[in-house]
């Protein structure tokens, strides 16, 4: 870990900058639009947008970096992202926002798909599952930081996008000074949707589903929260934890999805997420609503990388990078619609409605889960090794992890 820490630390500290202007970005936002008298459609248009531009570039970015170079591209969509910051506050309007969270999306992900690829140069076969660990504890360390920032300024003024602005510029500077250039890369073709379907329908289902309860995680917690009346400091509070729970139970649970029916796993923590979602529709103190983050932090993103690991399962490992990319993006098509379908359930029914959403798909998938468990026999299927996975990484995030799974792999073969 020292050594990891002692090659990477620029990068992870970066990772970390860039992760608070990001995770306060979302939630300052639907705070913002709260103050500023815009509909819950229109905020859920808004952070919909966020998930349509990371989609695209997670594709593009690639291409953009082999044309141009690395450091060309990290510079440029940073300085991308510290411009739109700004212009949130400046120009109030729920079509500009929505037309400005494209644009960060696309940013964001490119900047992770460059970060991403020189973690991956910079680590070595028998230490790139510790890197891919701190890296994503550096993301949701990041978001989490981020939370705690908004309580300490005026939501209605500009101070607040300022800071994530001078954050993110301010990020590139270790990076950029402390990493050498990452070689050129190729990002595998996503294997075709029927293929993955076929290969694990509840991996397929499982993560289009999640990424429907990580866009309301990410995105619309500050619009549930400004609906229900919670401060800012509340509001702060509840998101972090629900990252928190993640970082803590995410190991945990990875060590004990290697000793089990990975799919018995899969249908007792969507449950417990779902049914602790479910406690917040009913009754609405906000000690239950941090009970009800709690539950569906830690279950729902530990989940998302127990899809993966549970889909390699069943494939042979030359079909394990393309199937990842297919995962992330049918995850992606989720976190599209999701904002969508909350901002839906929370006009029809109150504030209450976000909860009962995030519920509906966690139970959702635990009952799938059971269903599939009666389909598909499980003997004969060698478990790969866990690797852990943030939601807010890029398909070269995932290809790290594939590249864990096959050292793996090739050890237990020695």
């Known amino acids: 870990m020292v050594q990891v820490l002692s090659s990477s630390w620029a990068l992870l500290l970066g990772v970390f900058m860039l992760m608070i202007g990001n995770g306060m970005q979302g939630t300052l936002l639907g705070l913002r639009g709260d103050l500023e008298g815009f509909s819950t459609l229109s905020m859920s248009v808004v952070i919909s947008a966020y998930f349509v531009g990371f989609l695209f570039a997670s594709r593009m970015a690639p291409q953009m970096i082999q044309r141009v170079g690395h450091v060309r591209v990290f510079a440029a969509l940073g300085s991308t992202i510290s411009a739109v910051l700004i212009l949130y506050p400046t120009i109030a309007d729920p079509w500009v926002w929505t037309v400005l969270r494209v644009v960060v999306g696309f940013c964001f992900c490119g900047v992770y798909v460059t970060a ?12 790139r599952g510790k890197a891919l660990s701190l890296y994503m504890i550096a993301q949701m360390g990041g978001i989490v930081a981020g939370q705690y ?24 500077a270790p990076i950029l000074l402390s990493v050498r250039p990452a070689p050129a890369f190729g990002l595998t073709k996503p294997m075709p949707i029927r293929k993955l ?6 991996a397929a289902i499982g993560m289009f589903l999640l990424g429907g309860v990580f866009a309301a995680q990410f995105g619309m917690s500050g619009v549930f929260g400004a609906r229900a009346g919670l401060s800012v400091t509340q509001i702060s509070f509840m998101i972090s934890v629900v990252y928190i729970a993640a970082m803590l139970l995410q190991f945990p649970i990875g060590w004990v ?6 799919r018995v796993l899969i249908l007792a923590l969507s449950a ?15 000690t239950l609503i941090v009970i009800s983050s ?11 990388a127990l899809l993966i690991a549970y889909t390699n399962d069943r494939l042979d490992r030359g079909d394990m990078a393309g199937a990842s990319a297919g995962m992330l993006f049918i995850n992606g098509l989720g976190a599209i619609v999701g904002p ?13 409605g976000y909860w009962a959403y995030v519920s509906a798909l966690l139970l959702g998938l635990a009952v799938y889960a059971g269903w599939r468990m009666t389909r598909r026999s499980n003997q004969g299927v060698e478990a790969v090794t866990f690797a852990p996975l943030s939601p807010t990484g890029t398909p070269i995030a995932a290809e790290v992890a594939q590249e864990v799974y096959a050292e793996h792999e090739a050890q237990a073969s020695r």
């Open 116 to 127: 991403e690829s020189w973690l991956n140069d910079s680590a070595s076969n028998e230490n």
């Open 149 to 172: 920032v908004i309580v300490t300024g005026d939501v209605g003024g500009f101070v607040l996008f300022v800071i994530p602005s001078v954050l993110v510029s301010l990020a590139f």
């Open 197 to 202: 379907v076929n290969a694990s329908p509840l």
């Open 257 to 262: 999805s290697d000793r089990m029916d990975r």
């Open 272 to 286: 417990i997420g779902g049914i602790g979602a479910l406690i917040s529709v009913f009754y609405h103190s906000y």
């Open 294 to 304: 709690v539950a569906i932090g830690g279950t729902s993103n530990p989940l998302y």
């Open 340 to 352: 969508l379908i909350v901002g839906y359930s929370m006009d029809t029914v109150g504030p209450s």
